[in-house]
């Protein structure tokens, strides 16, 4: 068995246990070099990585898998996320800085399994801690091969074995025994809600990312040929598989056939008749009112072909006009299937695309031209990502503005982790002097 993946829970949990003892001794220079070390390995690895991630799961493309992977190794913060604060009077100076944890146990998701394990490992190291990864059993190969890469890396550069390590199984009840394990410090829980209530019981530190059901609200004000853009690029992405993706549109009546007309030019496959939505319903939820899961991540011209609705051109994104009670609506599809449910104006479509997102405050989107109706919506939706005017894919770094991540952490609160949420904040407090006032 390669170094670096145990089939002993224990075992695991010991050799990440010992690599961070010598980690904690590490500069913060020293952190960043082995950073850079593991970033430089992974590049090449991009298109690669994302075979092997559809292969497994049979979720998502191979494209957009290799943009996330890309993205999360460039655009994830390091060291430079840990800021110190210093408060300095007559008496004395303190220092607030954030130190590393320990061992992190980290469960990913089948939906992002690289990108996630990615983001969260430069984080996680870049805040001193050592990391069990945890995941999920549709992506065990393909984790297990990055994390091995990402050790080999490490070990390459400093000398230091395990300090990234994985399982041979992925089982909920090691996964358990991980979370709850006495020489582990912190949960840091992407997977599924099974997972997170598993977490919430282990008595760490947790850090918790819920579920989701991202809204798109458009009204009459908007640009709606860059909003019909934005939305399909969002929603299309990776079949859909992002938590932060566009799971449904919520337009204004009075824009509402503009905003079909552009969505159509951009490879859009509109649904209104009521038998064709009966298809759709049949073939992407089951009768248990649960996603079909062997459509999770497939793409549009696949959903269509399963339902039995003919379609010979290539299509991006599935719209089907409903209410917002329809399953469509209701549930998180994880598919390049979404429904679109009009409005009288713009109070009741905010009304509900509350109703839609459920409270999760995970993620919404906005497009309007009003400056207050944009920041009306912002401060009722209350969603850790919130975009105005743009995809959703904005909201986690694929401008090229602001950092990078794949764990929303809505459930514990903090929103988009980076390194300084996966740090304990200590104070340090010297006292007469150091105040140049």
Request: net charge negative.
């Amino acid at each position: 068995m390669k170094s670096s993946i145990y089939s002993s829970v224990t075992d695991a949990v010991s050799a990440a246990k010992g690599a961070y003892s010598r980690y904690a001794e590490f500069t913060m220079n020293e952190r960043q070099e082995i950073l850079e070390a593991v970033k430089a390995a992974l590049r090449p690895l991009a298109d690669t990585l994302a075979q092997m991630a559809v292969e497994e799961t049979g979720m998502g493309n191979v494209r957009d898998k290799a943009t996330k992977i890309r993205l999360a190794i460039e655009k994830t913060p390091g060291v430079e996320d840990l800021l110190t604060e210093v408060n300095t009077g007559d008496h004395g100076m303190t220092l607030y800085e954030l130190a590393s944890f320990g061992v992190v146990c980290a469960v990913q998701p089948c939906t992002n399994p690289c990108a996630t394990l990615i983001s969260n490992t430069i984080g996680m190291l870049a805040a001193g801690n050592a990391v069990i990864h945890c995941p999920h059993p549709r992506a065990v190969k393909v984790s297990q091969f990055l994390t091995v890469t990402i050790s080999e890396a490490i070990r390459t550069v400093c000398g230091i074995d395990n300090l990234v390590v994985t399982l041979h199984e992925s089982l909920m009840g090691s996964t358990a025994e991980v979370m709850s394990h006495p020489d582990v410090d912190m949960v840091v829980c992407t997977g599924g809600s099974g997972s997170l209530r598993q977490a919430m019981l282990s008595g760490k530190k947790v850090i918790g990312a819920g579920p989701a059901n991202p809204v798109a609200i458009v009204d009459e004000t908007a640009d709606l040929a860059r909003a019909a853009r934005d939305i399909v690029q969002g929603a299309s992405f990776d079949n859909n598989l992002m938590c932060t993706s566009e799971k449904s549109i919520v337009v204004v009546e009075q824009a509402a056939d503009r905003l079909i007309y552009e969505l159509l030019k951009n490879g859009v496959y509109y649904v209104k008749d009521p038998v064709e939505i009966e298809k759709l319903l049949h073939t992407a939820v089951t009768e248990d009112f649960v996603i079909n899961k062997k459509l999770e991540g497939r793409s549009a011209n696949e959903i269509l072909q399963a339902a039995g609705i003919p379609c010979t051109t290539p299509v991006r994104l599935i719209v089907a006009e409903t209410t917002c009670m329809h399953p469509f609506a209701t549930l998180e599809l994880l598919m390049p299937l979404v429904p679109l449910i009009k409005a009288a104006d713009f109070e009741q479509a905010l009304e509900i695309a509350l109703d839609i997102e459920q409270g999760y405050k995970h993620t919404a989107t906005i497009h309007s031209e009003s400056i207050d109706r944009l920041n009306r919506a912002a401060r009722k939706m209350r969603t850790a990502v919130f975009v105005k005017n743009g995809a959703s894919l904005l909201g986690i770094g694929f401008d090229l503005e602001g950092h990078t991540s794949f764990t929303i952490a809505t459930t514990t609160g903090e929103g988009t982790t980076t390194a300084r949420h996966f740090a304990r904040r200590r104070r340090c407090t010297l006292t007469s002097g150091f105040s140049l006032r």
